[in-house]
């Protein structure tokens, strides 16, 4: 239903008069108008200081210099430039009103409505948000399941920012589900194979999908993988390189070594059990054999978990997909890492609409509604 009215909308960031004409002024941009407070804040901070949102069911994982807060306000003033939204300071008065309904297009797992709130909020405070859904539920092709109302400038600067985010994370949660499902009893992790500055979001929507969190980064854990091997001479070298500056240097953190042969878990296992060491997991990679048919053999990864028989978690990594989760992780490991559920993820359908009749309408016409 199209749901307009004329109240005057109440002073806030956006809703600012019509810039004049003239070529020596022009809208004020986004960051002109953000809210005074405390310009850096943590992902965890973030998370603390909007714990009021009804819609944080699922925290975003902690990270110690990631700024949530400047994501969303460079997502903003990436949209706005140094004018802010033209077309709608020129066809929408200042002081109306609208409701908008957020709109499925496909069947998913919603993913984003807490970011989606912190966006609203950064925007226009003053805006009111609904769901019908929590992250992490079903979404059904058609299904109206959220709605925001109150300043239409507000909206409409929100909308694209909003759903951009909220329809990457969705198709990775949608992703992580269908996987995590199938690798089940193993656990499904993703990798650091993220979109630059969008790290923590979608390692987000994977916790949402079901998924469990690979290391943020490069600070988090000591993860030997096959150039470092390299560069070390061997894998017993490295390990024993990493062991001895853990130790110097105090650090306490999980150990990840990377095999690619059964000949480098045995190398692994053999030093395990003469040298006291931090070693927690050993990556078993590309020990998935793709077969003409377009099946796998699991058997040389079956036979690694075998040799390791639980003195070490296990994390199977390459040949990953839909068709092949379920028979790796019936091999027995603990993990199973997949780069596909964030560098090639595809973006579920989403929309936002005011006349969310007319877009049903269309969308049938179109098959997508």
């Known amino acids: 239903m199209l749901a307009i009215s004329s109240s005057r909308c109440p002073s806030h ?11 020596a002024r022009s809208a004020p941009s986004f960051l002109s108008f953000k809210r005074r407070g405390a310009m850096a804040i943590s992902a965890v901070d973030a998370a603390k200081s909007d714990l009021s949102f009804a819609s944080m069911v699922i925290k975003p994982p902690s990270h110690p210099t990631y700024d949530l807060k400047a994501i969303i306000r460079l997502a903003l003033s990436e949209d706005a430039g140094d004018r802010g ?36 909020n950064e925007v226009d405070p003053l805006l009111k948000i609904s769901w019908s859904v929590e992250d992490g539920n079903y979404i059904h092709k058609g299904m109206q399941f959220g709605k ?8 409409l600067v929100a909308e694209r920012v909003v759903l951009n985010f909220m329809q990457r994370m969705s198709g990775i949660a949608t992703l992580t589900k269908a ?6 009893p193993a656990c499904i992790l993703e990798t650091r194979k993220t979109a630059p500055g969008l790290r923590l979001v979608d390692k987000w929507a994977v916790l949402i999908g079901g998924g469990k969190n ?25 390990i024993r390189s990493v062991d001895q500056f853990l130790e110097q240097n105090k650090f306490h953190m999980s150990v990840e070594v990377e095999t690619r042969t059964l000949e480098e878990v045995e190398h692994v296992l053999q030093y395990a059990s003469r040298n006291k060491t931090s070693l927690t997991r050993i990556m078993l990679d590309n020990m998935v054999i793709p077969l003409p048919d377009g099946d796998v053999d699991v058997s040389m990864l079956k036979d690694a978990v075998e040799m390791i028989d639980g003195r070490f978690e296990t994390e199977a990594s390459g040949n990953v997909t839909l068709d092949t989760v ?3 992780g019936a091999t027995g490991v ?14 579920l359908d989403i929309s936002l609409k005011i006349d969310t009749e007319l877009a049903l309408q269309v969308g049938r016409r179109t098959k997508r509604a």
């Open 334 to 347: 603990t993990y199973i890492s997949s780069g596909a559920l964030t560098h090639s993820v595809k973006a």
């Open 179 to 184: 996987m995590a499902s199938a690798a089940n």
């Open 326 to 328: 379920k028979k790796i």
């Open 214 to 238: 690979h290391r943020m980064g490069l600070f988090d854990m000591a993860m030997i993988k096959d150039n470092h091997i390299s560069v070390a001479g061997g894998v017993t070298n490295a």
């Open 85 to 120: 939204d033209v077309t709608c300071l020129a066809t929408v008065p200042i002081e109306m009103e609208a409701e908008a309904q957020f709109l499925a297009k496909e069947d998913g797992v919603i993913a984003g409505i807490a970011l989606a709130e912190m966006i609203f």
């Open 13 to 23: 960031p956006i809703a600012t008069p019509r810039p004049s004409l003239s070529p």
């Open 148 to 155: 925001v109302s109150g300043c239409a400038h507000s909206i």
